[in-house]
């Protein structure tokens, strides 16, 4: 296959970070439907007809009547009106017509490059089959994890939420990486000091895949309510009721227990702050790209505003206002390390006609 022009390449950058967006709404929409407590609201998956919301009172009724026999209203929300039911129903919908909308949005212009010849690389093309199916994934991810709601317990497994939000930051991570080859070409040139701060944000990018997991078992199990105290956790470093709920389950505990999960998303931020702060002196004595300047200066604002924002969800017990801007805080600083990770990677074009201090 021939090389991509530049026009194509950036028409095709400009798809891909459409898609992005979606993905980091659908997201951000997704923390909105769990901080209402809507997202039980849709007790069925239809795929194609559920693109359709209600659009009388009858079919209103219809759907409320579907609810009324899941346990979350049977245990928890007896006392709805068809009104509270329709505030909820919103969000959850939202959330699942934003997926629709992404589905449509790879698909069709997917198709359009391909008649016109425009993905002239055979990994471009690769990667944009994958990037479709991944989202296919994360759709039956979605519904595993509401299923999971819809039987007997009216929460779903804070396991399967883990699942469905890593699902969706590595669709997000895919499609952006894929974004930085196309406007960013590799020239297989290496830079002095890149490969060591190369490692280093492979480290601190496993790190904060740990923290987003153990932020999806926090939001999973309501887990950021407890202990609305920082840097303590009410009067204790290390809560005693961690301790005996660890004597009691085991290493389990340590994923399983909302406690214990909470203490470690906290320090496990300070760990990730660390290491960010690290990476960032360490950078800053190289010779630097403009890009490779950018990039790191980016993550280290992003990770400043995020445990401060953090820590502010904390005290006031996850707001929605805030549990949203934290999420969002989550996503600037993932695309800020896979930005310092694709620009201090081994095969970054790095000249000297671009250098910094």
Not at 69 to 92: M, Q, V
Not at 99 to 109: A, E, K, T, W
Not at 138 to 149: C, E, I, L, T
Not at 258 to 279: E, K, N
């Amino acid at each position: 296959m021939s090389e991509i022009s530049k026009k194509d390449a950036l028409q095709i950058a400009k798809w891909l970070l459409i898609g992005c967006s979606l993905v980091a709404i659908m997201v951000l929409v997704g923390g909105i439907t769990r901080l209402t407590h809507s997202g039980l609201s849709m007790v069925t998956w239809k795929p194609v007809t559920g693109v359709i919301p209600p659009l009388n009172e009858t079919e209103w009724q219809t759907e409320f009547t579907k609810y009324q026999t899941s346990p979350e209203y049977i245990k928890k929300n007896y006392h709805f009106t068809l009104e509270e039911f329709k505030d909820i129903f919103f969000w959850e919908y939202l959330h699942r017509l934003i997926g629709r909308i992404m589905g449509m949005v790879f698909l069709l212009p997917f198709i359009y490059f391909v008649i016109k010849g425009k993905i002239k690389k055979k990994w471009l093309l690769r990667n944009s089959v994958v990037m479709f199916l991944l989202g296919g994934l994360q759709g039956f991810a979605g519904w595993y994890m509401v299923k999971s709601g819809l039987i007997d317990n009216p929460n779903v497994s804070h396991f399967r939420l883990a699942i469905h939000f890593i699902l969706a930051l590595f669709l997000f991570s895919f499609i952006f990486w894929n974004v930085l080859l196309l406007l960013f070409p590799k020239k297989n040139v290496q830079a002095k000091g890149t490969k060591n701060i190369f490692s280093l944000a492979k480290v601190l990018l496993f790190f904060t895949t740990i923290q987003f997991i153990y932020g999806a078992f926090v939001a999973g199990l309501k887990a950021g309510k407890m202990y609305p105290t920082f840097p303590k956790m009410g009067t204790e470093w290390l809560p005693t009721i961690i301790s005996e709920n660890f004597k009691e389950q085991g290493w389990f505990s340590l994923i399983n227990d909302p406690y214990a999960i909470q203490f470690i998303h906290r320090w496990m931020a300070v760990i990730v702050l660390s290491i960010t702060i690290y990476l960032f002196v360490y950078a800053r004595k190289q010779f630097l790209t403009l890009h490779q300047k950018r990039a790191i200066n980016l993550m280290l604002a992003v990770i400043s505003y995020q445990f401060l924002l953090g820590v502010f969800t904390i005290l006031y017990s996850v707001p929605v206002v805030l549990g949203v801007l934290h999420q969002f805080g989550g996503f600037m600083f993932l695309i800020s390390l896979l930005a310092v990770a694709y620009f201090f990677s081994s095969t970054t074009n790095v000249t000297d006609e671009n250098l910094v201090n």
